[in-house]
């Protein structure tokens, strides 16, 4: 009777202590650790920072070049019907000064270009040609003004991210050799940290710069085609009223 009270004792105890580990890890508080992008960046070291820091740079010009050359090719881009048919009253009228005076006080592209025709109009019509080509060159070097560095960007850029690359897997090899035989995976972990975000950061750049290059290349064509109809149109009129 008194062995079968004991067993019995023993086995409520077990039964509570089991309840009672139970409920213990009920009550443990699951905490996740979390990394923000701004320590995600900073995680590199000296040579990560390096690295982030120049293709920082790159983004930020990247990014303005960009703006600035929409604003400009945008502007270049409007056609203005009405100048376009004041200059066609004026030749016909054989007003050639009004005609210059209403080139200089128009600030596009193509008024620059008709300036050098209406210039010359009492020239052959290869002289006329030629001076509105020679400006029409002009007019688009000035759009196509710094796109060559927006291109620059765009394959440098994750060329760098590259270079922090092999600079993170140098230093988690290091970090290796250092440590002999007692490898842990903390020690490594800024080498790997270097590795892998200069690497996106470096192809987020170069995929931005290479997709707005293309766009403001797109825009410089239609602009181009716009410029050369409309000269086009300027030179057959005078060819009529000669």
Request: glycine residues 6%.
């Amino acid at each position: 009777m008194n062995l079968l009270t004991i067993q019995n004792t023993v086995i409520t105890d077990s039964v509570v202590n089991k309840n009672d580990i139970k409920i213990e890890d009920t009550n443990i508080d699951v905490t996740e650790k979390t990394l923000s992008i701004i320590d995600l960046i900073t995680s590199g070291g000296l040579g990560g920072n390096l690295v982030m820091g120049t293709l920082a740079i790159l983004s930020i010009f990247a990014i303005y070049i960009l703006i600035e050359r929409y604003s400009t090719i945008n502007k270049a881009s409007k056609e203005d019907e009405s100048f376009l048919k004041s200059i066609q009253n004026f030749v016909e009228a054989k007003d050639i000064a009004a005609a210059k005076t209403l080139c200089k006080n128009t600030n596009s592209p193509i008024s620059r270009m008709i300036e050098k025709g209406v210039n010359r109009i009492d020239k052959p019509m290869t002289d006329i040609s030629s001076a509105i080509e020679n400006q029409g060159k002009l007019e688009v070097y000035k759009m196509e003004n710094n796109l060559a560095n927006l291109a620059t960007i765009s394959g440098a850029a994750p060329m760098i991210g590259f270079l922090g690359t092999v600079i993170g897997m140098i230093v988690a090899f290091h970090e290796m050799a250092s440590a002999g035989g007692n490898i842990d995976v903390a020690m490594l972990s800024q080498g790997i940290y270097t590795a892998m975000v200069t690497t996106v950061a470096g192809l987020v750049v170069g995929i931005i710069a290479f997709i707005a290059y293309n766009y403001l290349v797109s825009k410089v064509d239609k602009v181009v085609f716009m410029l050369e109809a409309k000269t086009i149109e300027f030179l057959d009129l005078i060819h009529h009223n000669e």
